[in-house]
Structures are given as structure tokens and as C-alpha cells.
């Protein structure tokens, strides 16, 4: 059998030691041990003082840390909840999710029959125009081709009797679904030479077996240049210009069917400037059939305004 050596931690061998011997009196060990037993609290103690200063150096640490980084991030992500429920906000949001539902989900059906693409936008910086009204013009972005179904209910009129104008008619996009109603002819003009292109070329290559209207022209004009119809039409207007622009065209409409009163219709999407054509005197608002408001209201990104003339 083997003897372990006496473990010298242990506060009985400590004792002897103190004593000198393993023969101590019961008393020496006592008072050994009672020094023992001090040492090991005061070593215990400086040992929780160590632990509590370095525990409590980290918890510092940690809140410097916290208040550096932490809640100055807590701070942006709350200021932008704040931001995201602004109503302005809500309604910017909204209306993206709109464009994304129309380009994405209710435009291509249509937008597979053009041959040169309409759905992407195109800044008109880069295009030819020999227009002085070249910087009152809008770049080009195309009606949201459903947008323009929903509008065109509101024409509560025969619409072979009617010409259709698109007044900066771009790649062409809205003369083309107007074509697929019976209208008696159908015009559009633009003054940028790579979009008026664009849209003659659509022109002559949509699928005739749609079109109900063949009669479709798009012309290179300034729309300031061009004269009024004689006839009954549709002026259909997504935000070409600026209000200076749109507000000499729209007099001579006024000027034109001051002269000889007949049915006129506007129809405005993204509307600039519908003041001039509440006091144009000339022309009434109109409301769009109950279902098709309902879907405006809901599913449309802009704001459209409808007017007749008073004849
Ligand atoms: C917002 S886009 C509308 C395109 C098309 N009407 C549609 O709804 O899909 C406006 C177009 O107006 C054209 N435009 C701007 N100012 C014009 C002007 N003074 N005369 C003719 N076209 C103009 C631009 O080149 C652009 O193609």
C-alpha cells in the first residue's frame, strides 16, 4: 500500500509546518490553522477585488462600447421608422410598389407587341431636338398601358367621331392602344428625332389584326407648333411639358374651339398645371365610371384629370 505525501495546501500540514513538527499540541495547531485560514481569506478577497475591478473595468468597456456604437445605430434605425411612417413617405412607397405592379406584372402583355421596347424611361439630355421649347420638355416615360384603358372609359361619346391626339407622343406607346379602339384617326407628336423614330417604327410593325384604327401618324413637331384639330377629338397629355408649354397649347384649343364649339375631351395623367383648365371657362371636370375611379384610385402612381368641353 502506498502513502500520499502530505499535501502541503491542506491546513493540517500547514499547521505542522508552523509547528515544526507533526507532533504539534492540539493548541499550536489551532492557532496555525487560524493563520492558515486568514491568509486564504485575504487571498480570497483580493481575488474577488481583482474579478470585481476587472468585471467592472469590462461592464465600462462594454457601455462605452454600447453608447459609441450601439445607440447611435438604434438611433438612425428609429429615425428611419419615424421617416417610413410619414404619411408623405407612406404615399412615395406606395407609389413605387404601384410602378414596379405595372411594369412588372400588368404592362408586359402589351409591351412584348412594340418593336422598339417603350417601357424604359429616357432622359431627353442625350436626344436630337430642334425645338425651342426643347428645355420645357419632360424626359420620356411611358403610360402605364392599363392606366391608360382605365382613363379612356371616361370618354362617355361615340368614338369614331373622335380623333385621338397624344401630345409628346414619345415611342408611341399610347397611340398604339389607342388604336385598338375605333377611333377615326389617330396623332401623335414629338419633337425628339430618336423617339418620333422609335414610335414610326412601331407604327408600321404593330400586329394590324388589333388595330381597329389604322389611320395612325406620329409627326416631328414642337406641340406648340402644331395647329388645333378642326374636328371632335380626345388631347391626351402624360405630363410632356412644363406649364409655360402646356399652357400656350392649351390656348390654342380654347382659342380654336371658341371659334367653332364642338366635343372636346382632355385627358390629363400627372396633370402640370389643371388650374389653367378649371379657368379656361372652356371645359368641365369629369368623373370616370365608378369601377374604373375605383381602380384609379387604388392601382394608379399619378393622378389623372378628365375634362369635356361645355358644346
Ligand atoms: C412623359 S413622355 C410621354 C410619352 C407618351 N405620351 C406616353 O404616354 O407613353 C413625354 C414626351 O413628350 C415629349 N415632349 C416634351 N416636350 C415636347 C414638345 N414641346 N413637343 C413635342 N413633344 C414634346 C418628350 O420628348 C417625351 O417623349
Redesign the pocket.
Same mark, same amino acid.
Request: with cysteine; aromatic share 16%; net charge negative.
Given at each position: 500500500m502506498t502513502v500520499a505525501p502530505p499535501d502541503p495546501g491542506h491546513p493540517e500540514t500547514q499547521a505542522d509546518a508552523v509547528s515544526g513538527t507533526t507532533d504539534a499540541t492540539p493548541s499550536a495547531t489551532a492557532t496555525a490553522r487560524g493563520a492558515w485560514q486568514n491568509r486564504l481569506a485575504g487571498r480570497i478577497a483580493k481575488l474577488a477585488d481583482k474579478t470585481w475591478s476587472q468585471t467592472n473595468r469590462l461592464t465600462k468597456e462594454r457601455i462605452a462600447h454600447a453608447a459609441e456604437n450601439v445607440l447611435p445605430e438604434i438611433e438612425r434605425t428609429s429615425a428611419k421608422l419615424k421617416e417610413h411612417a410619414r404619411p408623405e413617405r407612406m404615399k412615395q412607397d406606395y407609389r413605387e410598389i404601384l410602378h414596379w405592379l405595372h411594369e412588372r406584372v400588368l404592362d408586359p402583355p402589351k409591351e412584348q407587341l412594340f418593336f422598339a421596347q417603350?417601357k424604359d424611361p429616357?432622359a431627353?439630355s442625350g436626344?436630337t431636338?430642334n425645338?425651342i421649347?426643347?428645355e420645357?420638355?419632360?424626359?420620356?416615360?411611358?403610360?402605364p398601358c392599363q392606366l391608360?384603358e382605365w382613363t379612356l372609359a371616361a370618354i362617355d361619346y361615340d368614338l369614331s367621331k373622335l380623333t385621338f391626339v =397624344?401630345?409628346?407622343?414619345?415611342?408611341?406607346?399610347?397611340?398604339l392602344l389607342a388604336s385598338e379602339h375605333p377611333f377615326a384617326a389617330i396623332a401623335? $407628336?414629338?419633337?425628339?428625332e430618336e423617339?418620333h423614330d422609335a414610335a414610326t417604327m412601331n407604327i408600321q410593325q404593330y400586329p394590324r389584326s388589333r388595330m381597329h384604327c389604322r389611320n395612325v401618324e406620329c409627326i416631328l413637331? =414642337?406641340?406648340?407648333?402644331v395647329g388645333p384639330l378642326e374636328g371632335e377629338a380626345v388631347h391626351?397629355?402624360?405630363?410632356?411639358?412644363s406649364r409655360e $408649354?402646356f399652357a400656350e397649347?392649351l390656348n390654342n384649343l380654347v382659342v380654336s374651339y371658341r371659334q367653332r364649339p364642338r366635343r372636346l375631351y382632355l385627358i390629363l395623367?400627372?396633370p402640370v398645371a389643371t388650374d389653367l383648365v378649371d379657368e379656361s371657362g372652356v371645359f368641365a371636370r369629369m368623373e370616370l365610371p365608378t369601377q374604373e375611379r375605383l381602380k384609379v384610385r387604388l392601382f394608379s402612381p399619378y393622378e389623372i384629370a378628365i375634362y369635356r368641353s361645355l358644346a
Open positions: 417603350t429616357v431627353l436626344l431636338i425645338a421649347t426643347r420645357y420638355g419632360h424626359d420620356y416615360r411611358p403610360t391608360f =397624344d401630345h409628346g407622343a414619345g415611342k408611341g406607346r399610347v397611340m401623335g $407628336v414629338e419633337f425628339a423617339l413637331e =414642337d406641340a406648340c407648333q391626351y397629355f402624360f405630363n410632356p411639358f $408649354v397649347v395623367v400627372d
